[in-house]
Structure formats: C-alpha cells, structure tokens
C-alpha cells in the first residue's frame, strides 16, 4: 500500500486571485478558442464547453442551442443511426457535436461512423470514447485500431484522473483525454467503491503530463456553479465538460414532473440502476449501481445557463487581464481558502 500525504484539491478549496488588469470591460474578452488537436490535425474553434453524453443533458436539442453558442455537446450514446442522419439533414453541426462510443467492437465503430459519411455526405469532426474505468487495456486497443481506420478523425478518449492514464490514452492515439472519477454531481463511485480523485488537482496533474502530447484534457464533473467552470480552466483544462449544470432545462427532454405545486425534471447517473434498467434491462448480476437519480427544479431553455456562463467567463476575465480562455490558465493564481 502507498500512502500520499500530499492534499488534493476540489474546486471548492481554492479561488483565484485578482490581478491589475488592461480589460475595462467584459466586452473586450474574446472567448472563442482554438485548439489543436494534436494527432488528428484538427483545428477546431468554437467555446470549448461540453455537455455530458448522459440520456438528458448531451440530447440533439441540447446540441442544437448549444452550437449557437460555439459550444460543443458530446451526444448520447443510445441515439440510433438514423436519429444521427435525421438530426444531421436538420441542421446538426458535425464541428459542435460529438458522436459518443463506449467500449464497442472497432467493426461497429467504423460502421457507424462511416454510415454517416455515407449517408449525410458530411463527416464527423470527432468522436468521444466514454467509459467510467479509462484504464482498462481492452479499452486502449479500442483507441489504437480507431486511430488507425481514421488518422485524421478528432478522438477524446476517457475517463481517467492521473499522468499514467494520460500517458496510455495518448500513446494509444488520443487526441484529448476526458479527466474525472468519481466528481460527478449524479455520481456515486466514491461511496460505492472508494475509488477518486479530487477534480481539480486531477486536473491541474493530468494538464501537466498532458503537455507533454501538444494534447488537451476535458475536465468532466463536480462544476456546480459557473465558478468551478473558470477554476478548472484555470487549472489548465482545454474543454470543461457540464452534466448538472445543464440538466433540468427543455433541451434535457427529460420530462416535467410536477411535485408540491413545482415543476421538475429527472436527471439520472448513467451507472444509475435507472440507466442500466432503460438502456440494458437491468443491474447486471455482477455490477452494481454507481450513480444516483435526482430531481432538478425545471430551468426553462437552456440559453438563459448559457449566457450566464459566457457572462461569468468573461467576468473571470476582466479580474485576471485575460483577454481569452487560453489566457485564463496563464494568468491564474489559485489561493487554498
Ligand atoms: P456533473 O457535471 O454532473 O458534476 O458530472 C457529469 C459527469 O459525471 C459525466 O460527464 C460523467 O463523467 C459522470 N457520470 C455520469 N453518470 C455517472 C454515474 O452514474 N456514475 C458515475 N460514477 N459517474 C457518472
């Protein structure tokens, strides 16, 4: 047993200091962002937040409000070919939503995504590879025979919460890697299993290694307020990724539940007995539940969150001298409160 007596972070411990800064107003912060994918070669532009591929927060209505806002949205596994194609002919734009895999054969992979070119005329920009352990071996090789049928195809690959992940995701020809175990707002794997990191030192630690690539980490899970979102930019995140914080609006799909004169709305782990039973039949008999399902007052449409987090961003700006995202981790003080 190895024992670090090192304390983690979350985004709650720290705050970031102001500085002396040129910006006068939070009109002169630009928060369009470009970032290299490093092996597929792709540059992509755009606000690099994400929606969470969970059943309602990464839906196709979610993507479409959210590219008007440049921002991206990792889609729901569970949506069929011809949902894609429908959406695609609709007005889904390929460089703001992410098609997402778990652990799938490559066949499956390569047939799905080359059904689209096919189909649409129109190529996905990139993928996302989801699964809760990112460490697992098979799930390496499922990266590796990828990058190989698609060299120029954008892949984010996750989760994981340390350098040696990084490390064997980006060898394994990742471009990005989606970072956090057991922060999730509707997660339950710390309680369940012991297993986690605290999300902002996860961050701050896999940004480090990840450098190291020309790569970019996805920080995903525990942003509460629109605070944490700034944080973990600040702690060297190239996207931040939203489940919570995006749940609960129209473009979630999830149904109103009316309960004491208020209107709510679901949101469900997607290790939840809630979605395993939806999307598998059931709790497998060797697994066990690692999410939690809960209800969240109705938000009303999503563009009212987004603003406020475009607004908060550019006010984390104006206190730092940051004129862009990117400038954010560069001019960023944490203090431990
Ligand atoms: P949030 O933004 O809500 O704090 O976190 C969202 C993230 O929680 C998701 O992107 C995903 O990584 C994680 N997550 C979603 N469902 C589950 C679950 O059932 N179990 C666990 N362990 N993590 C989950």
């Known amino acids: 047993m190895f024992y670090s007596k090192e304390k983690k972070l979350n985004f709650k411990d720290v705050l970031i200091v102001p500085k002396l800064s040129k910006l006068n107003s939070r009109k002169d912060v630009f928060l369009d962002t470009k970032i290299i994918f490093p092996v597929s070669g792709i540059n992509w532009e755009g606000v690099p937040i994400m929606a969470s591929n969970m059943d309602y927060v990464g839906t196709f209505e979610m993507g479409l409000s959210l590219q008007k806002f440049h921002m991206t949205n990792a889609v729901s596994k569970f949506y069929s070919l011809d949902a894609w194609i429908n959406s695609i002919n609709k007005g889904l734009d390929l460089n703001y939503n992410f098609m997402t895999f778990g652990l799938e054969k490559v066949s499956n992979v390569y047939e799905t995504i080359s059904s689209i070119s096919q189909k649409t005329n129109k190529n996905l920009s990139a993928i996302v590879f989801d699964i809760p352990n990112g460490y697992i071996e098979k799930f390496s090789s499922l990266i590796k025979e990828t990058r190989k049928e698609f060299p120029k195809l954008g892949i984010i690959a996750g989760n994981v919460v340390t350098p040696e992940g990084i490390k064997q995701l980006m060898d394994s020809g990742a471009d990005g890697v989606k970072v956090?175990?057991?922060?999730?707002?509707?997660?339950?794997?710390?309680?369940?299993?012991?297993?986690?990191?605290?999300?902002?030192?996860?961050?701050?630690?896999?940004?480090?290694?990840?450098?190291?690539?020309?790569?970019?980490?996805?920080?995903?899970?525990?942003?509460?307020?629109?605070?944490d979102i700034s944080k973990a930019f600040a702690a060297g995140a190239g996207f931040v990724m939203l489940g919570s914080l995006l749940a609960a609006h129209k473009e979630s799909m999830a149904p109103i539940i009316r309960k004491d004169n208020k209107n709510y709305r679901e949101l469900y782990g997607m290790s939840s007995a809630q979605a395993m039973t939806k999307h598998y039949g059931g709790v497998a008999d060797y697994r066990t539940s690692e999410g939690k399902l809960i209800l969240v007052e109705d938000r009303g449409p999503v563009k009212i969150t987004l603003n406020n987090i475009l607004g908060a961003l550019r006010s984390t700006c104006t206190y730092i001298d940051a004129k862009n995202i990117g400038e954010i981790y560069q001019n960023s003080s944490f203090i431990l409160i």
Do not use: H, M, R
Request: net charge negative.
């Open 180 to 227: 956090g175990i057991g922060s999730g707002g509707v997660c339950d794997t710390t309680e369940t299993t012991g297993i986690g990191y605290p999300q902002l030192s996860a961050v701050i630690e896999c940004s480090e290694e990840i450098k190291n690539y020309n790569g970019f980490v996805v920080s995903d899970g525990g942003v509460k307020i629109t605070g």
